[in-house]
């Protein structure tokens, strides 16, 4: 209990000796957070009256938010989109290894596939708040099946579909269930995928745009209709053309609706994007940017063949690839070397100057810290 006229029972940590970016720059200040949230430190003096329960010295790290990823296939063996008697056990184990990465939640995404992985997996997994044991769960991301069939990717061919009506029947019959769905990746210009867009909206759910050679003007109608985010920029949709430049139009399009921001996922880990496109999206676009690993089951493990959905895949480098081809199939990157990379620089995590995880926190808890 409190003794002094704080609001709450909670205890206050403050964060001491630490370095936050304000205003593109790096300040030294201290945070305080209390019940999970940070706290402006003015009420918490003047109004309640309130002080730290608890000092945490940061040693000079750099305290940044906490990392969400909201596309990551799995990783450490685990395949997201393979079925199997105990999915849980899988995302758990993703979970907690990415702590280390400072990621604090993220989206299980499974790859296009048979509606029968659809209906065994979904139903295991709940969406959760993270903690010592792991990640928060935000729910999961459905990457296909509704998509281009030229611009599939890795994605198997066999298993795509498109929508023979605007309502629900066809999502239905291929995931059994959006419950715990919180993003879904569809082409817009497949026939009908406007009202579904629309249907997803009214449902809670994120429609990002993706796999796709839709024009700017199919683009902009399925933002009409609801859709926010556009998955992995410049991959798997039309090239920018100064005619026509596609989905990526939309980083600069006058036609999104008054008090609407379209986001767009990219893959910082080298290989996906040029440097050069990663600095032209962000500045013309900088409030929308969201990093994403798009990780496979590689990632943490050495090289060699591994799995993503029905694929088979091989990790010869940095690089995976759809086996026997030069197709791109995900990424091997964890969300820290995506941030690294990038070179940009509640749920915390405190980096050195490098911009490496020293220690991760998830509503004020430490979850994990590297070892010295």
């Not at 044991?133 to 729910?139: D, S, T």
């Not at 890795?154 to 298993?159: I, N, S």
Request: proline share 6%.
């Amino acid at each position: 209990m409190p003794s002094n006229k704080s609001v709450s029972d909670a205890p206050i940590i403050q964060f001491t000796n630490c370095r936050i970016l304000r205003e593109h720059k790096l300040q030294r200040e201290d945070l305080w957070v209390r019940d999970g949230k940070i706290l402006d430190p003015e009420k918490l003096f003047f109004d309640e009256q309130g002080y730290a329960d608890r000092r945490l010295d940061c040693a000079g790290a750099i305290v940044a938010p906490g990392f969400i990823d909201v596309q990551i296939n799995g990783g450490y063996g685990v395949d997201f989109s393979q079925p199997c008697e105990d999915v849980s056990a899988g995302v758990s184990l993703v979970a907690k290894k990415i702590l280390e990465h400072g990621v604090t939640s993220f989206c299980p995404t499974l790859v296009t596939s048979p509606p029968a992985v659809y209906h065994q997996v979904l139903p295991q997994i709940n969406v959760h708040n993270g903690g010592p044991e792991g990640a928060g769960v935000l729910g999961f991301h459905l990457e296909g099946p509704f998509i281009s069939s030229e611009k599939r990717g890795a994605h198997p061919e066999r298993f795509l579909r498109t929508f023979r009506s605007g309502g629900t029947d066809d999502l239905m019959e291929t995931y059994g269930s959006l419950d715990n769905v919180a993003m879904v990746t569809l082409a817009p210009e497949l026939p009908h995928s406007q009202s579904v867009v629309s249907t997803l909206r009214q449902k809670g759910v994120t429609v990002s745009l993706g796999h796709s050679v839709a024009n700017l003007s199919q683009a902009e109608d399925a933002v009409r209709h609801g859709a926010s985010f556009i998955t992995h920029l410049f991959n798997a949709m039309l090239p920018f053309h100064h005619r026509d430049p596609g989905i990526v139009g939309l980083l600069t399009s006058d036609q999104i609706p008054a008090g609407r921001t379209v986001f767009y996922g990219m893959i910082a880990d080298g290989i996906h994007t040029n440097p050069a496109a990663l600095r032209i999206a962000h500045r013309a676009h900088p409030s929308g940017l969201v990093l994403v690993t798009d990780a496979i089951t590689a990632m943490g493990l050495p090289p060699g063949r591994h799995t993503l959905g029905q694929q088979v895949v091989q990790i010869q480098g940095l690089h995976a690839y759809v086996a026997g081809t030069k197709t791109l199939s995900g990424s091997i990157a964890t969300m820290d070397m995506c941030v690294r990379h990038f070179k940009q620089a509640a749920d915390l995590v405190l980096l050195d100057d490098g911009l490496r995880v020293r220690t991760t926190y998830i509503s004020g808890e430490e979850v994990w810290r590297a070892e010295l």
